[in-house]
């Protein structure tokens, strides 16, 4: 098995007295998809502006290609081939497409004073790397402030698969989509995968998760709960974890108990009560 | 749009509708200041058609009072798309002005004597050094820059007053043409060139100059991709990879040398320079690029525009002027013209986005 291209070691990081991260520790491998699932406030946020080069971890080790790395932009991570897709996009509406897809990383024609933004190649550009993600863009003049969430993610995911990504860390790029182009992106994310990139997805959904992923890490209250291979769990396993099962038994009880103790609507909730334990108990869907 | 060379997946995508050339227009941040100058240069072509408006020395009355303003207004509005404000640059040029003065005036006048070229150097240097004071303040605190530069102005515009007058005490200083190496720069920043009878400053062909060269530079090459980027959106465009830091303290550097270039000129076209010199003119310098389309808040807008609104500006003023109306009514239309204008530019984002 090949040799981690990312990896951390008991990473921690602290926001005052808010400890964001606590002996964090993760890799991912070039040609596979590291899923890192938590639910809100589980740190995710803080890993991934660790990662990204964002955020300086105050604790812990971080190694890229074998090598120990400290970053101090986000550009360090992004030359050394480290990009980022944001739950925000990092994407500036009121710029056309083009602009957004090469801000930060021009292309340039010219040389001495005359070097110049290449913008026929970018839009060209732009328009073909679209088209390869089965999005297919109107007018690349387009404000990406007039695009749907879904298509803002397309355009981001390709921008960062086009400028070279080695790893390429996804935060909850499937989060505000709809079913059809959910499924685009888990698509590029596996197109990606055979591409020899290493992903690194961020989600609190097990079920975008499971189908795509080679290793899941679940992240708890800013510290690593379980981190499994995809032999070691099962998609009901999982998704127990990432409900917490304990704390659905417990929530389970609590409303068997208001449910015995009668009155109006006590039958719905009994019913919501057994829903719980059955999702406790990782019988999903 | 482009026809499409890609085997299209339907005969016609129903997603895109037709538009017209006029809301495609719309679009443009130019467009309106476009619109104002044709309404007010009819406006004033009627009011005021016994009084010579239509003439070439009412022309050139208007550009040359332009240029000087319209130096400034390019480099406040690459900033202000930006998304930063420099409301010092009125007191850098009278600071600019002021230090090309003391350097040259003689030593028995409590100046330093120096010659032409090495004055405007190390002035030159000096203003940028507090253009790059106010970006470092700006970038390092994270305040906003309307803050940070209101200070900057009394500032800037307390040590032009202030320096001058314990060495000189004076604060106009004057006899630039007196000092040696006056005549060649001269005939690059203060001459007037005769042309259909009238006298057209040579500032506005650096006015015209530097605006095509900064629409260039805005439209055409990565910096100007940076300067969209950073006032649609900071943090984005950090993450991207751009340098932020060091874009904004650039951008206030160009505005310190927008104010240097109009304190230049001026000194050469007045003689001298005076403490108070530019004052009120970063207000004007932001009504002009309001005017010309740029959003207050950046991330949209154009030199152009800045350009079309610093000739509103003029034409308004000269106007007034020849028309006989009071003076006092100046100020009441140039309000009333930038309050429609933002109104107008709002409208035009909104068609932007919904397109």
Redesign the interface.
């Known amino acids: 098995m090949s040799e981690p291209i990312l990896e951390v070691q008991n990473i921690s990081k602290f926001f005052g007295s808010v400890i964001a991260l606590k002996d964090v520790s993760m890799f991912v491998r070039p040609g596979e998809v590291t899923c890192l699932l938590g639910d809100n406030g589980a740190g995710k946020s803080t890993l991934i502006k660790v990662l ?1 080069g ?1 955020h300086k971890p105050d604790e812990g080790v971080y190694r890229y290609q074998g090598k120990e790395v400290n970053f101090s ?3 360090d991570a ?2 050394l081939g480290i990009a ?1 897709v ?1 739950q ?8 056309s497409i083009w ?2 897809f ?5 292309p ?1 024609v010219g040389w001495g004073p005359f ?3 290449d ?1 026929e190649f970018a839009k060209r550009t732009t328009r073909e790397e679209l ?1 390869k993600m089965g999005i ?1 863009i ?2 690349p ?3 990406v ?2 695009l749907s969430g879904g298509e803002r993610q397309s355009v981001a995911i390709a921008r960062a698969v086009y400028f070279g990504a080695k790893v390429l860390i996804l935060d909850e790029p499937t989060a505000a989509l709809g079913v059809k182009q959910a499924g685009v992106v888990l698509r590029y994310i596996v197109q990606a995968k055979q591409r020899g990139i290493g992903v690194i997805f961020i989600t609190h959904n097990p079920h975008h998760a499971y189908p795509v992923g080679d290793h899941f890490v679940i992240l708890r209250r800013g510290q690593i709960y379980g981190d499994f291979t995809k032999d070691e769990i099962p998609l009901e396993q999982l998704v127990q974890m990432m409900a917490g099962g304990a704390d659905l038994e417990v929530l389970s009880h609590e409303l068997e108990k208001a449910a015995q103790g009668g009155g109006p609507g006590s039958d719905e909730l009994e019913k919501v009560a057994e829903g719980f334990d059955a999702e406790a108990r990782g019988e999903t869907d | 749009m482009a026809v499409n060379t890609q085997p299209a997946p339907a005969a016609a995508d129903e997603r895109v509708r037709e538009i017209g050339v006029l809301s495609r227009l719309l679009t443009r941040p130019e467009l309106g200041a476009l619109v104002a100058l044709v309404v007010v240069w009819l406006f004033f072509a009627v009011v005021a058609a016994d009084n010579n408006f239509i003439s070439w020395a009412t022309v050139a009355a208007i550009l040359n009072r332009a240029a000087p303003l319209g130096i400034l207004a390019i480099a406040v509005a690459l900033l202000m798309i930006a998304g930063e404000f420099d409301l010092s640059v009125g007191s850098l040029v009278g600071f600019g002005g002021m230090a090309i003065m003391m350097l040259v005036t003689p030593v028995e006048a409590g100046g330093f004597g120096w010659t032409i070229l090495p004055a405007i150097g190390v002035a030159l240097l000096i203003t940028l050094a507090t253009g790059f004071f106010n970006g470092v303040l700006v970038v390092t605190t994270k305040l906003p820059s309307f803050i940070i530069t209101l200070g900057s102005l009394f500032v800037f515009r307390g040590l032009a007053v202030a320096v001058p007058r314990s060495a000189t005490n004076r604060t106009q200083l004057g006899g630039l043409d007196k000092v040696p190496g006056y005549g060649p720069v001269d005939a690059l920043l203060g001459t007037k060139l005769e042309l259909f009878g009238a006298k057209f400053d040579v500032a506005i062909l650096w006015w015209v100059g530097l605006t095509i060269v900064a629409t260039w530079v805005l439209m055409r090459t990565r910096v100007g991709n940076w300067i969209f980027g950073v006032g649609g959106d900071n943090v984005a465009a950090r993450n991207v990879g751009v340098p932020v830091s060091r874009l904004k303290i650039a951008l206030f550097m160009t505005t310190a040398f927008a104010a240097f270039l109009s304190a230049l000129i001026q000194a050469f076209q007045f003689n001298g320079a005076d403490s108070l010199r530019g004052t009120l003119k970063e207000f004007e310098a932001i009504i002009a690029v309001v005017i010309g389309g740029t959003l207050l808040t950046g991330g949209y807008g154009s030199v152009i525009g800045a350009l079309l609104g610093t000739l509103i500006f003029a034409m308004v003023q000269q106007g007034i002027i020849i028309t006989g109306v009071d003076g006092d009514w100046f100020k009441v239309f140039v309000g009333g013209i930038l309050v429609a204008a933002v109104i107008f530019n709002n409208f035009v984002r909104q068609q932007a986005t919904k397109r």
């Open positions: 990204s964002v932009s986000p550009r992004l030359d980022t944001y925000d996009l990092a994407m500036i509406p009121l710029m602009r957004n090469f801000l930060g990383s021009e340039t070097r110049r933004f913008i088209g297919d109107r007018d003049d387009q404000p402030g007039t």
